[in-house]
């Protein structure tokens, strides 16, 4: 399967600690999204990559998150100081995209479930 | 922001019927996508769909970009068509992130 995968599935985690997820993209695809979906809600964007650089970042990110995608691969998203309000599915897409066409069509995977206690 | 209006928010069908999912946009759109989001959490690419219309077995799409809205269309719905569909469209302008609506929640009964 050639698909976008994440790793881990599930995290859970003392509020406080500090939590790492991976996401391994379609491997000809040049973009990487992380999106955030809570309880009821549609998915909401994070932040993405073009090949190894960062290019857009969302208000949702605070401070306590970091994203890298080092060589243009894979890519880490992590979270210090976790707060419960953390709590969510975190969501990883890729996409094979640029110029006036935008952003091409992105596949998921399938997310990394964190719950803070 | 680009704003998305799903609806309706739920629908409850009996196995067999067909169904019409609405997705209404605030401003010009550069991409569509409908998914359908599993009860794991996976979401399944549905339709890439811009513009135009698109038939893929059981399932369709139309998207007028130019009135700014989508619909989904779902034949002879089967119990395995349960589950939350979410339009999402990208803008471009900077925000390069897909931005959802909130989803129907489709439950189909045998």
């Not at chain 1, 999106?35 to 073009?50: A, C, D, I, K, V």
């Amino acid at each position: 399967d050639t698909g976008v995968s994440q790793d881990p599935r599930h995290k859970i985690t003392k509020r406080g600690q500090n939590v790492t997820f991976r996401c391994d993209p379609i491997s000809e695809h040049n973009r990487l999204y992380w999106y955030r979906q809570t309880l009821g809600q549609g998915p909401e964007f994070l932040t993405y990559f073009q090949n190894e650089a960062q290019l857009e970042k969302s208000r949702l990110l605070s401070d306590r998150f970091s994203a890298e995608r080092p060589k243009g691969s894979f890519s880490t998203l992590e979270i210090q100081r976790t707060e419960q309000g953390d709590s969510a599915m975190y969501l990883c897409a890729s996409s094979l995209g640029g110029g006036a066409s935008g952003s091409g069509e992105q596949f998921f995977g399938p997310g990394t479930r964190l719950t803070v206690l | 922001g680009i704003q998305v209006e799903q609806s309706p928010p739920d629908l409850i069908l009996q196995e067999g019927a067909n169904s019409t999912l609405r997705c209404n946009f605030s401003d010009s759109v550069n991409n569509l996508q409908w998914f359908h989001q599993n009860p794991w959490g996976q979401l399944i690419n549905l339709f890439y769909i811009p513009s135009g219309t698109k038939q893929n077995g059981r399932l369709s799409a139309t998207t007028v970009a130019t009135e700014r809205y989508s619909l989904l269309y779902i034949s002879s719905s089967q119990t395995t068509d349960s589950g939350v569909y979410f339009c999402a469209v990208y803008s471009g302008g900077g925000a390069d992130g897909l931005t959802f609506g909130k989803g129907t929640h489709l439950i189909i009964q045998p």
